[in-house]
């Protein structure tokens, strides 16, 4: 009864961060239930029900989306998923720490060092790196983030563009994941779960974006990056 309450819990949590930040409800989703599942079939529900609650907050926030802009992102980070996606049916996702580690800390010092032409371009690798990483562990790390503050300054947009972003990678993996592993992994009662506190969890967490002060929503991104990169230190 305990480990039931835990997970509804992190799925709940999972969803408003991801709502209010963008990013890092795969941060909180994957280890929870790779807890109770194990690490490749939680990747793969994971990806399941990321991909279904970033179609409601591409909803939720969809006049704040800058379809432009997001396509050359979408485009290179599909195609990191789709490779990542597939070696992940064979590699051992604890071998990508090291790779994560070393780009993670590349991006910061690209994005502090460079110039905005040369963040933009960078922007590209960041976002197939991304998917790449996201296909692989199921998780992008912050490569996302990076990707997606290149090109977008209001909070809401961050968001916005993050979901849609998520959305395209997270269906792309889980059709892939899917097609090799037993659909009998998701289990019922977790899926209508989450598909019932999504609207509460993205609305709430569009509430919380909508108020917080740009401060405050900087702390919280930067929070959930530093996130990423002590889960691979851990």
């Known amino acids: 009864m305990t480990e039931i309450i835990i997970t509804g819990l992190l799925i709940f ?22 807890w109770i599942l194990g690490i490749k079939e939680g990747i793969v529900v994971s990806a399941v029900l990321l991909g279904i ?9 969809r006049k704040d989306i800058r379809f432009r802009p997001s396509l050359r992102l979408l485009v290179f ?32 010092f690209i994005q502090v060092k460079s110039s905005e ?48 972003l998520s959305f395209a990678t997270d269906s792309t993996k889980a059709i892939i994941y899917l097609n090799n592993f037993s659909s009998d992994i998701l289990q019922a009662q977790w899926l209508v779960y989450s598909i019932l506190v999504m609207p509460l969890a993205t609305g709430l967490g569009r509430y919380l974006n909508r108020n917080m002060s740009v401060k405050a929503y900087e702390a919280l991104f930067y929070f959930v990056m530093s996130g990423y990169v002590l889960r691979l230190l851990i």
Do not use: Q, W
Request: hydrophobic letters at 55%; glycine letters at 10%.
């Open 13 to 34: 949590i999972a969803f408003l961060v991801s709502a209010s930040c963008g990013l890092g409800g795969s941060l909180i989703l994957i280890p929870g239930l790779s």
């Open 53 to 61: 609650n970033n179609l409601v907050k591409v909803f939720f926030y």
């Open 77 to 108: 980070m599909v195609a990191g998923a789709i490779v990542g996606a597939l070696l992940m049916m064979r590699a051992d996702p604890k071998l990508l720490s090291l790779f994560l580690l070393f780009h993670i800390l590349l991006s910061f």
């Open 117 to 164: 032409a040369s963040r933009k371009t960078a922007g590209s690798v960041f976002s197939f790196l991304s998917g790449f990483c996201s296909g692989l562990a199921g998780t992008s790390g912050p490569l996302k983030g990076l990707a997606v503050k290149t090109y977008m300054a209001n909070k809401a947009e961050i968001v916005a563009t993050a979901s849609l």
